[in-house]
Antibody
Framework: QVQLVQSGAEVKKPGASVKGSCKTSGYSFTWYPMHWVRQAPGQRLEWMGWINTGNGDTRYSQKFQGRVTITRDTSASTVYMELSSLRSEDTAVYYC???????????WGQGTMVTVSS | EIVLTQSPGTLSLSPGERATLSCRASQSVSSTYLAWYQQKPGQAPRLLIYGASSRATGIPDRFSGSGSGTDFTLTISRLEPEDFAVYYCQQHGTSPPLTFGGGTKVEIK
């Protein structure tokens, strides 16, 4: 079945970077884009950016421009999201999500909790 | 950026009752790009409705979506115990950023 499995929780200090992974299975990796969405505690979902897994093109939310980098490894069917210059406000659950069977995000990873604390 | 405003913030209802959730956009959204999600504590969101009115795979027919332009509605015809959760609308048009509404919490009265 279609599945997205994300890397484990991280604890980082302010100013550091974090890189999470999203390993896919059950579908043709390069046929569908991958998005990253985060959710701070008690807050709404927030879209960060996406990658065209076929050609590697990316598009980021202006809010994260310059701090976020989304990449992919087609041989491993895995997408990565790196966020730099972390601050306490970046404490959140980070999700990868894609649209395989619908036009919206019908498949989600389980989420990665990132805690930024000194 | 398209801002999505959901109302009410919290809806207190009993099982078996009808729930009507609203999502208003700051500018017109193509129906093709309007979706609804359900999220329970500690879980990832689950797609309920895409294209404003199409149910995602496996979603019961008590969930329905409607609307166009700037006003969209999610209706749950008869609430089941497992429907008490937070619901988000999303617009995922061709011009980033994609945005989500602030959510409506449906709680047991």
């Amino acid at each position: 079945q279609v599945q997205l499995v994300q890397s484990g929780a991280e604890v980082k200090k302010p100013g550091a970077s974090v890189k999470g992974s999203c390993k896919t299975s059950g579908y043709s990796f390069t046929w569908y884009p991958m998005h990253w969405v985060r959710q701070a505690p008690g807050q709404r979902l927030e879209w960060m950016g996406w990658i065209n897994t076929g050609n590697g093109d990316t598009r980021y939310s202006q809010k994260f421009q310059g701090r976020v980098t989304i990449t992919r490894d087609t041989s491993a069917s895995t997408v990565y999201m790196e966020l730099s210059s972390l601050r306490s406000e970046d404490t959140a659950v980070y999700y990868c999500a894609t649209n395989v069977g619908a036009t919206a995000f019908d498949v989600w990873g389980q989420g990665t909790m990132v805690t930024v604390s000194s | 950026e398209i801002v999505l405003t959901q109302s009410p913030g919290t809806l207190s209802l009993s099982p078996g009752e009808r729930a009507t959730l609203s999502c208003r956009a700051s500018q017109s959204v193509s129906s093709t790009y309007l979706a609804w999600y359900q999220q329970k504590p500690g879980q990832a969101p689950r797609l309920l409705i895409y294209g404003a009115s199409s149910r995602a795979t496996g979603i019961p027919d008590r969930f329905s979506g409607s609307g166009s332009g700037t006003d969209f509605t999610l209706t749950i015809s008869r609430l089941e115990p497992e429907d008490f959760a937070v619901y988000y609308c999303q617009q995922h048009g061709t011009s980033p950023p994609l945005t989500f509404g602030g959510g409506t919490k449906v709680e047991i009265k």
